[in-house]
């Protein structure tokens, strides 16, 4: 894993301050510093950006200039302080990262939603039988998506990333893994109707799971 020189990563920061001061809106500078700062570091399975874990960094160095009220909204709630289109927050913060914030979009944000939806399809499905809502409908959820117990997974996965295991990000490389998993072992029809499950629950909760624009 490569390591940024601190002279570059301050070189961000104050480039993120000076933007922020100069006038421009906090949400608006952050996505810039995002497409300035190396992605070797944040990158899940070197294929998808781990924005989120970024966005934190630089927001943390930046401190008192960004309102600490709309920061907690957008990282607990998803409530974006600025409404932007795709278009802008595709020039805003480059090509090649847009790319990689899709990637961590369908890979891990879409993904957890999937796992979500299904888990409350599950309760709703005991409630109609007039059964009590299952201990861990989530666990009920792997089975229906992907075939297989969540232990059993995570050992699968663990296996193949054994240095990963142990890692602050070792839950976001897990459900990176999972979607991959699912690309790999459903067939098309399965995997267009759960994306597409996945998307109309996050568009309907996606105060759950912050995303760019």
């Known amino acids: ?66 309102d600490a009220q709309e920061f907690a909204r957008f990282f607990r709630y998803g409530k974006i302080p600025l409404k932007i289109s795709s278009h802008e927050a595709k020039h805003l913060i480059g090509g090649k ?23 409350r399809e599950v309760e709703k499905e005991y409630s109609s039988l007039g059964l009590p809502r299952p201990g861990d409908a989530v666990s009920h959820a792997f ?27 070792a839950e976001t490389e897990f459900t990176y893994w999972l979607f991959k998993y699912r690309l790999k072992n459903s067939d098309k029809e399965k995997v267009a109707s759960d994306t597409k499950k996945a998307l109309n629950w996050l568009n309907s909760r996606g105060t759950l799971f912050p995303r760019l624009f």
């Open 143 to 169: 089975s229906r998506i992907y075939g297989a117990e969540r232990a059993v997974l995570k050992e699968v996965f663990h296996a193949a990333y054994p240095l990963l295991a142990r890692t602050e990000t």
């Open 1 to 66: 894993m490569s390591v940024l020189p601190v002279s570059s990563h301050q070189e961000i920061v104050n480039r993120l301050k000076a933007s922020i001061e100069s006038g421009k809106h906090w949400y608006l500078a952050l996505i810039e510093a995002l497409r300035d700062y190396p992605e070797d570091d944040y990158t899940i399975a070197g294929e998808a950006l781990d924005w989120l874990r970024l966005a934190k960094l630089l927001a943390g160095e930046a401190g008192s200039l960004i």
């Open 97 to 119: 990262k847009y790319n990689l914030y899709l990637n961590y979009l369908y890979g891990v944000t879409v993904e957890a939603a999937l796992l979500e939806a299904v888990g």
